[in-house]
């Protein structure tokens, strides 16, 4: 255990000790004599980011309902925070016991975000625990990952010991009660390991080994144990009313990055936009009922004191129930001044008569994501939405007073040219006149239009996998044409940064060769780089130059439809056959229709597992 006194000095010196002190609201504390299994969530980035992620929350307060399994926190330390402990020996602890990592059973990381890799390297490297998994014995925890990112776990073979694919609530509690039978029965680490690959939804990356060609590319996957599945299939949830959601949930002292009850009110989307990994990944679409809604959402505000609700998923407007919900919640709860939030509204199913409601407790922008400037390119990307639908729902807001619009947008996307680029300016300009172009006593509020245009990544399981990725200077020359191009000052323009999307790209494509090039570039310095300030290109180039390894091989590169790619042994549910079917569409521009209006089968309703795809 961690000498608490000294911390509580050394924690003065950081720039926010509440990051490292536990004990808030609703943390559950339990007696370790009475525990037979330890469990560590680690959120490989800082503590206002981890403590807003809804994943943890539910996974934290679905284990400690077990009796036997106690399950903390812990978050990336900051910089400052990182060099006091190691100048002082203090290494990484949970927040609630200040036990260091090193006397937990399981240490779970969730990777929700590639640039986060190295930070967790630093944050088992910080607990005094090998980084390399063939380096760590039995006594050692055991070191697991899930999230989006672990669908393509390749980069990190060697430092995770296995993978969680998919919704994790039912698998964890396999994976734990298993871990208790080691401990009980005395299984050896490969023992335990082995009898975790046959459960569904559990990768072991040392039970397989990669072949490649000459030309770089995967020759074959070998399998190394005869127990471990040639193919890992997705866990899927099949029930979201009967799955487990937490009434209570930790309230922190500072602020995070969202400081209010997070709704999930559904999981899936029916859009299928073809750069979307999420709208891949989370099928089918799967609703929760609206007494199951209202009950978790009096649950969450009684026990927490916060005053929004987050209505959360991929795509809210498409819940079938949202207006009845949205009108209980606010009929319930806005004579104490509690606001309801809609995230992820689509523009062309806005019901701005309820929107409105919702604003009358607390009034903020609005948010739209045309996600490309021209018909053309959103039919290739299968936006399904015309300018017509853009335009008409944003003058509908500002005909009843909203003033204020940030557009998302991504540039370097498939088959864009100059003119797509281009349509950014002039569909956030057309945006600009539908409000001035208005009786004058109609207009109110002080029009304000923010374009945000982030660089396409190339993401595994979707159907853009196989495009490569703008070079960096080409997405730069795109992005300083539209700085240079939008010269209103009642539009605001901003990019997102190419290199950190460049680097992104590598890794959400990269296979086993580039895990050593992870380690090595940790072992110079990086960390944290997600974040601008703390993110070393030349040190991740010179890296990866030092091990012969090309960045565009990865990056930029166009993939052939019948090239193996490093993550073809994982079984999401949608078949590889529609992904190319949905490729090929968009390089003839057509579209498909949304899961609602007709079942493009895509193969998860083979799964069997509810949601629209039951009426199949």
């Known amino acids: 255990m961690i000498n608490t006194k000294k911390l509580d000095k050394l924690l003065l010196k950081a720039e926010k000790p509440a990051r490292y002190v536990g004990s808030e609201l609703n943390e559950i504390v339990k007696n370790k004599e009475n525990i037979n299994l330890r469990f560590a969530f680690a959120f490989p980035d800082v503590y206002e980011v981890g403590m807003s992620h809804l994943g943890m929350h539910i996974l934290y307060n679905l284990l400690n309902s077990q009796d036997n399994i106690w399950c903390e926190r812990v978050f990336a330390p900051w910089v400052d925070m990182e060099e006091i402990m190691r100048e002082n020996d203090i290494p990484l602890f949970a927040l609630e016991s200040k036990d260091e990592l090193k006397d937990f059973d399981i240490v779970g990381f969730t990777l929700q975000y590639e640039m986060s890799f190295t930070n967790v390297l630093n944050m088992i490297d910080l607990a005094n625990i090998p980084v390399r998994s063939e380096d760590r014995d039995d006594n050692m925890p055991l070191i697991i990952a899930g999230g989006p990112c672990a669908f393509n776990p390749e980069p990190l073979y060697n430092v995770i010991d296995l993978f969680v694919l998919g919704e994790a609530e039912e698998v964890t509690l396999e994976l734990c009660n298993l871990y208790e039978e080691k401990k009980e029965k005395g299984y050896t680490k490969d023992e335990f390991l082995e009898k975790a690959a046959q459960i569904e939804g559990i990768y072991v990356p040392k039970f397989y080994d990669v072949i490649y060609n000459e030309d770089g590319t995967i020759k074959e996957r070998k399998i190394l144990n005869s127990n471990a599945p040639e193919i890992i299939k997705r866990r899927i949830i099949k029930d979201m009313d009967k799955s487990y959601f937490p009434d209570k949930i930790i309230v922190p002292y500072i602020d995070t990055v969202h400081d209010r009850v997070v709704l999930e009110i559904l999981r899936g989307c029916v859009r299928g936009c073809r750069f ?14 609206v ?76 948010t739209f994501a045309p996600e490309a400037g021209s018909q053309r390119l959103r039919d290739v990307i299968n936006k399904n939405l015309t300018e017509e639908q853009i335009l008409k729902p944003v003058k509908t807001a500002f005909d009843l007073g909203w003033s204020t619009v940030k557009l998302y947008f991504m540039i370097g996307l498939p088959t864009e040219t100059v003119e797509d680029v281009m349509g950014i300016k002039d569909l956030a300009y057309k945006i600009k006149d539908s409000f001035f172009d208005r009786p004058r006593e109609q207009i109110k509020g002080n029009l304000r239009v923010t374009v945000s245009a982030a660089c396409f990544v190339p993401k595994p399981f979707t159907p853009f996998q196989w495009f490569g990725q703008n070079t960096i200077d080409e997405f730069y020359d795109k992005a300083k044409m539209l700085d240079r191009e939008i010269k209103d000052k009642k539009v605001v323009y901003n990019y997102h940064a190419p290199r950190i999307s460049y680097l992104e790209a590598v890794f959400a494509r990269g296979d086993r060769r ?68 949905e490729y090929n569409k968009a390089l003839s521009e057509s579209t498909t229709p949304n899961c609602k209006e007709k079942c493009s089968n895509c193969g998860i309703n083979k799964r069997k597992v509810g949601g629209v795809c039951k009426r199949v």
């Open 276 to 289: 979307c990994q999420a709208g891949m990944l989370y099928r089918p679409f799967r609703e929760k009922n």
């Open 291 to 366: 007494n199951t809604l209202l009950s978790q959402a009096e649950n969450l505000i009684e026990s927490s004191g916060h005053e929004e609700i987050s209505l959360s998923s991929l795509s809210s407007s498409d819940y079938s129930c949202l207006g009845d919900l949205a009108t209980q919640l606010l009929e319930k709860y806005e004579k104490r001044n509690i606001g309801i939030s809609l995230p992820s509204l689509r523009l062309d199913t806005v019901t701005f008569d309820l929107i409105e409601k919702l604003q009358e407790v607390k009034k903020s922008g609005l």
């Open 514 to 581: 580039v895990a050593d090039v992870l380690i090595k570039a940790w072992e110079k310095g990086c960390k944290f780089d997600g974040w601008n300030e703390w993110f070393k290109y030349n040190t991740w180039i010179e890296t990866f130059d030092e091990l012969g390894i090309s960045t565009d091989f990865y990056a930029t590169r166009n993939r052939e439809i019948t090239e193996v790619l490093p993550w073809d042994f994982i079984d999401i549910g949608v078949e590889k056959s529609f992904l190319i079917d």
